[in-house]
């Protein structure tokens, strides 16, 4: 029994120890490469081992780590977490004089408490001059020369020149001023030439040109004219297109809402609006026979069909708004007429 008590007490002085040798913080040191040449560059980690979410900070070293010994860059932290929390501090330091350093340790601070990490070392070595440099050093101690000849040295850079790398972003920070100044520039003249546009003709943009209604219709007459669908067995395809063009001729012509109206309703309609009677007999005829052929399954004659093209041009003709010809018109020998008697002949060449 007394055996047993003491077995069951080692295990809970062992519990104990790991819970506490967890909870505690643990950090090392380590340099690589631990030997370098004069002005060559090494990597001191500090790397701390703590249970997650202890307050861990790394030594700041304005310059040097101890005498000899220059700090050239703190690293971003990295941070790893597991069971628990490893942080590693980066360290990039060099050195100019060539001895073997002892570095007894670094801090690390961890709440309240100082940690002190493993000591390290770290050699700089001189590059290896040969004999005849070492002879010319000679010459010069002995002042038995009065200028340094690097050649005779033989002494060169630890690394060669580099050219530096080409970067977008610096060529563009130093013709950003000069640039913004060009926009700058480019705006305040097309404001200018806006205004000016503006002050002249009325307006900043040149607005669409909107043709006149019958010259838009009779555009679309002229195609379907040439397309001659009616020919190859399409009446239905025909007449939908051939009203569909004069109801919207008549919508903007008129203002009345032919295509929402069925036939009748727009013939009404249009002989109110026009005394041309012979144009409503023409409108007439297209309408119903094309309600016929798209609703009836009507196969029209072939002479229907050019009499209701014939109807369609002499229906906008006949129904147009007149312009007057305008003083340059008058002045150029009255080439707006001709143009309104081709427009007239039109159903006539059919």
Known sequence: MLRLKNILLLALLCCTSFSLFAQKTTVRATIQPSDILIGEQAIISVEAIAPKGRNI?????????????????????????????????RYVVTSFDSTLYHVPHMMVIDGTDTLLTNDFGLKVSAPQLSD??????????????DSIDFVKLQLNDIKDIQSQPFVLMDFLEDLLIPLLGVLLLAIIGLVVYFILRKKKMGYYFKPKVELPPHVTALQKLDKLKASKIWQRG???????????????????????????????????????????????????????????????????FTDENDLSLVNAYLFVNQTKIEERPTLEEQKDGGEGTVVKNKEQNKAKDI
């Not at 026009?274 to 409503?280: C, F, N, V």
């Open 132 to 145: 005849s440099t070492l002879a010319y050093l000679e010459k010069l101690k002995n002042n038995e020369t």
């Open 234 to 300: 399409q009446e239905k395809e025909y007449y939908t297109e051939l009203t569909d063009i004069l109801r919207g001729y008549i919508d903007r012509r008129f203002g009345i809402d032919a295509p929402e109206m069925i036939s009748e309703d727009i013939i009404s309609a249009v002989h109110l609006a026009t005394d041309t009677r012979s144009a409503t007999d023409g409108l007439a005829q297209i309408l119903r026979l094309a309600d016929m052929v798209k609703f009836a399954k009507y196969v029209p």
């Open 57 to 89: 900070q790394f030594q700041v070293y304005p310059d040097t780590l101890i005498k000899g010994i220059e700090v050239l860059d703190m690293l971003k932290i990295d941070t790893t977490n597991t069971e628990v929390m490893t942080l590693t501090q």
